[in-house]
T-cell receptor
């Protein structure tokens, strides 16, 4: 079984709709991250959480919100989706310590029409 | 502030040829550096990382990278490319300021391997 899972894997929605992307992990890591990937731009950090009570904005948090429901679950919400939020979204987990690698989920491809 | 520059968004090599993917970083503190690979329709997985031990780091699938502080570089190499190496490669630097330890990624280099 995958250590980091994301649901849904693909989603098409319309402008103005609320949508939630979910991430679950079985690695027991405290740190979790949400990134978006756009062609030619690499991965950009949206939000990150170092434990259940710690939520921090990344470089591109506008238009997004998150919820850390448990150590193993970290959800990303788009309150009112817009077309420029069409992207590939990745969740990642990490043991505490910047020298530790991040483990990525398989991604969610989101299309906003 | 930290940043990563990957020179060349697309690199094409012949099977059996040397692979060289370039990464330069900027960091105000000693960096941790990473190379990740993304195969089609998959998430990223770690190839190798530099954490201030040996400057020449060996990773999976025959890849290695050398940390050169004087050149602020961490280029990725493989002596002989294989068709299965075709993927997108990302260099990343870790920010250790304060209590944060976030990754900043480069824009990626897509490697094509031809017969």
């Amino acid at each position: 079984d995958a250590d980091v899972t994301q649901t849904p894997r693909n989603r098409i929605t319309k402008t103005g709709k609320r949508i939630m992307l979910e991430c679950s992990q079985t690695k027991g890591h405290d740190r979790m991250y949400w990134y978006r990937q756009d062609p030619g731009l690499g991965l950009r950090l949206i939000y990150y959480s170092f434990d259940v009570k710690d939520i921090n904005k990344g470089e591109i948090s506008d238009g997004y919100s998150v919820s850390r429901q448990a150590q193993a679950k970290f959800s990303l919400s788009l309150e009112s989706a817009i077309p420029n939020q069409t992207a590939l979204y990745f969740c990642a987990t990490q043991l505490a310590g910047g020298y530790n690698e991040q483990f990525f989920g398989p991604g969610t491809r989101l299309t906003v029409l | 502030a930290q940043s990563v520059t990957q020179l060349g968004s697309h690199v094409s090599v012949s099977e059996g040829a040397l692979v060289l993917l370039r990464c330069n970083y900027s960091s105000s503190v000693p960096p941790y550096l990473f190379w990740y690979v993304q195969y089609p329709n998959q998430g990223l997985q770690l190839l190798l990382k530099y954490t201030s031990a040996a400057t020449l780091v060996k990773g999976i699938n025959g890849f290695e990278a050398e940390f050169k502080k004087s050149e602020t570089s961490f280029h990725l190499t493989k002596p002989s490319a294989h068709m299965s190496d075709a993927a997108e490669y990302f260099c990343a630097v870790s920010d250790m300021t304060g209590t944060a330890s976030k990754l900043t990624f480069g824009t990626g280099t897509r490697l094509q391997v031809t017969l």
